[in-house]
């Protein structure tokens, strides 16, 4: 299960990309609570608190504690997290307010295992991952840090659907309209044209028999 984060923040009056900007030059991010038939509440936090959530590797599919807001904290889940385009630190982050057992939406990392068990692996073939993450329902005391998914038996040019991982209970798919692919294994180009040749070689096998009969048959009708 993934870990429950805490940040603290602050309350602002004043939004606005003055006021924004303001706030990022002393060493704040602007950001927003909003969600539960609730007013948007909009916040700041110190910037190197959140660089550091952000670096777990799972802050967007954690649920976050936001303190200092109306004397409680706040339960949320990151949404949003906009970052600069040169810099690539955290400029404003929205966050969703969820109650303890809310069912809510979360993009969970794929993580693949038993790579040694895989024929296909071992013969050379290459792991194409389609989808990195999982979309995923789940009650919000539960989200998986993680899902991981075997590769046990899969041989080259087979691929791996969502129908065939099995999910922690209470969890599901968010996309339930159909099977869709998370990985594949492709061969590689060597492989590809050895299996070529031999495939060539087969057809001309196949053909010899053939050419060899209708040899006979143009000398008999000679004969």
Request: with cysteine; aromatic share 2%.
């Amino acid at each position: 299960m993934s870990d429950t984060l805490t940040l603290s923040a602050e309350t602002r009056d004043r939004v606005g990309k003055g006021a924004s900007r303001a706030l990022r030059r002393e060493g704040r991010v602007p950001a927003v609570i909003y969600g539960d038939n609730k007013e948007p509440t909009s916040i700041h936090l110190e910037e190197r608190a959140l660089m550091k959530a952000l670096h777990t590797g799972h802050f967007m599919n954690s649920v976050v504690m936001i303190e200092g807001v109306g004397g409680k904290a706040v339960r949320t889940l990151p949404k949003d997290v906009a970052l600069d385009v040169v810099t690539e630190r955290p400029v404003h982050v929205d966050f969703l307010r969820i109650s303890e057992h809310a069912k809510v939406t979360v993009a969970v990392p794929v993580v693949f295992a038993d790579e040694a068990a895989s024929p296909g692996l071992k013969k050379g073939g290459v792991l194409n991952i389609v989808r990195h993450e999982l979309e995923l329902v789940c009650d919000a005391a539960e989200i998986p840090s993680e899902i991981t998914i075997s590769l046990k038996g899969y041989e080259v040019g087979d691929s791996l659907h969502i129908s065939s991982v099995t999910l922690p209970k209470g969890v599901a798919s968010a996309i339930d309209d159909r099977d869709f692919t998370i990985a594949t294994i492709v061969a590689p180009s060597a492989l590809k044209s050895e299996e070529g040749e031999a495939a060539a070689e087969a057809d001309a096998a196949a053909e010899a028999p053939a050419d060899e009969a209708g040899a006979e048959d143009e000398a008999t009708d000679g004969e």
